[in-house]
Structure formats: C-alpha cells, structure tokens
C-alpha cells in the first residue's frame, strides 16, 4: 500500500509510514498472542509462571482451578511460546519462556494491572 491513492486528502503525508507498516502475517501473530491473554485465568497463570516454576497440581491449588482447566491453559500458553516445560520424573514444570515476547507482556500486564487497580500496587509492595 505505499502508493496509496487515498480518498480523502487530510493534509497528512502517510507514504513513509505505509512503507514501515509491518505485514498482515505479523500482526496475526501479534493478535493471536492477545488472544492467547483475552483470558483472565490464563493472564494469572502466565504471570504466576513469570514468577516461578511449577507442576500442573500446585499451578492449580494457587489459582483455585482443577487441574484439567489449568492443562487447558498451559497448553495454549506453550503454543504460543509463552511457556516452556521440563520434565522432570513424573513430574512437568512449567515456567514462562524467557523470550523478549513473554518478558514484554509480563511488564505489560504488571503495568496494566497497577494503572487499572492502584490498590493492587499497595498489596505488592506489601508482599
């Protein structure tokens, strides 16, 4: 779309930003990751895994979900690249993947959280 011959001429000069615009395949990706968050149990699960490492049972017991829920949860977040997993034994621990996708959104959501509940800032701060 750099040529674009728009319909409306608001005395903007637009040909540089088209040309930079990033492709529709990228901002697929961008909103399948949103996706991905358009959940508040799977948001809590990922910053929880931001924090820690843990097994499916104990993700559970701390966020008050049965466990199939929270594997349902996982494996989207895994799919997405969110997390990754180890096995260790029985045993397989999730935590957040340590990419600049996964770090940026949980600075996003820490951000997020604090603009849209000043009191949970108080609570942090306390912990």
């Given amino acids: 779309m750099p040529n674009a011959n728009l319909p409306h001429n608001h005395g903007?000069?637009?040909?540089?930003?088209?040309?930079?615009?990033?492709s529709l395949?990228?901002?697929?990706?961008?909103?399948?990751i949103f996706k991905q968050l358009g959940d508040a149990?799977?948001?809590r699960i990922f910053w929880l895994l931001?924090?820690?490492?843990?097994?499916?049972?104990?993700i559970a017991a701390m966020v008050s979900m049965?466990?199939?829920a929270v594997s349902h949860h996982l494996?989207?977040?895994?799919?997405?690249?969110l997390i990754v997993s180890r096995r260790a034994?029985?045993?397989?621990?999730?935590k957040a993947s340590d990419t600049q996708q996964a770090q940026l959104l949980h600075r996003m959501i820490e951000a997020m959280v604090e603009i849209a509940?000043?009191?949970?800032?108080?609570?942090?701060?306390?912990?």
Avoid: W
């Fill in 12 to 22: 903007q000069h637009m040909e540089h930003e088209l040309t930079q615009m990033p």
């Fill in 25 to 32: 395949d990228d901002f697929q990706i961008v909103a399948d």
């Fill in 41 to 43: 149990s799977r948001i």
């Fill in 50 to 58: 931001c924090h820690c490492e843990e097994c499916v049972t104990n």
């Fill in 66 to 68: 049965s466990s199939p």
């Fill in 75 to 81: 494996r989207q977040l895994k799919g997405g690249g």
């Fill in 89 to 94: 034994g029985k045993e397989v621990y999730y």
């Fill in 117 to 127: 509940c000043p009191s949970a800032g108080f609570r942090n701060s306390e912990m």
